[in-house]
């Protein structure tokens, strides 16, 4: 992680689009980091955001190339199960954006959305509305704002 804080807001952007994708590490240790660094409160939200909800596209997207035959077979998941999931999906759809920003669990729900094939459009916006909230949170707890 000291290589994606000897970056500056670039690393940030960068570590949060890894995190909100593929790989296994929370961009808020990072977040915190650069913004004790850099004291840009400003840069940092907008340098976290956008490398999150990038990130959260690039899920999206793997999730929307998902197919329900594979989870079945390679995750021993029912097609009973799928539909149950589907259902809850359906029932907030687009909304669950907002929950992305949620460590952990807002990464598979973006995974989900895609799977599932939500509206793009209102999933992508809400989507960036909840990295807003996650890191907008985090200057508040810091107290960089």
């Given at each position: 992680?000291?290589?994606?804080?000897?970056?500056?807001?670039?690393g940030?952007?960068?570590?949060?689009?890894?995190?909100?994708?593929?790989?296994?590490?929370?961009?808020?240790?990072?977040?915190?980091?650069?913004?004790?660094?850099?004291?840009?409160p400003?840069?940092?939200?907008?340098?976290?955001?956008?490398?999150?909800?990038?990130?959260?596209?690039?899920?999206?997207?793997?999730?929307?190339?998902?197919?329900?035959?594979?989870?079945?077979?390679?995750?021993?998941?029912?097609?009973?199960?799928?539909?149950?999931?589907?259902?809850?999906?359906?029932?907030?759809?687009?909304?669950?954006?907002?929950?992305?920003?949620?460590?952990?669990?807002?990464?598979?729900?973006?995974?989900?959305?895609?799977?599932?094939?939500?509206?793009?459009?209102?999933?992508?916006v809400?989507?960036?509305?909840?990295?807003?909230?996650?890191?907008?949170?985090?200057n508040?707890v810091?107290?960089?704002?």
């Amino acid at each position: 992680m000291e290589w994606l804080q000897s970056l500056g807001l670039f690393g940030l952007f960068l570590g949060s689009a890894l995190a909100a994708s593929i790989f296994p590490f929370s961009s808020d240790a990072l977040y915190i980091a650069i913004l004790a660094a850099t004291k840009n409160p400003v840069g940092c939200l907008v340098a976290g955001t956008a490398g999150s909800w990038a990130g959260s596209l690039f899920t999206y997207w793997l999730g929307w190339l998902g197919k329900w035959e594979w989870i079945e077979k390679w995750f021993k998941v029912s097609h009973e199960k799928l539909e149950k999931h589907q259902q809850s999906v359906q029932k907030y759809g687009a909304w669950l954006g907002l929950v992305s920003g949620v460590p952990v669990i807002g990464d598979v729900l973006v995974l989900a959305l895609g799977f599932y094939r939500t509206q793009p459009f209102w999933t992508f916006v809400l989507l960036l509305v909840g990295k807003i909230v996650r890191f907008l949170v985090w200057n508040l707890v810091v107290g960089a704002i």
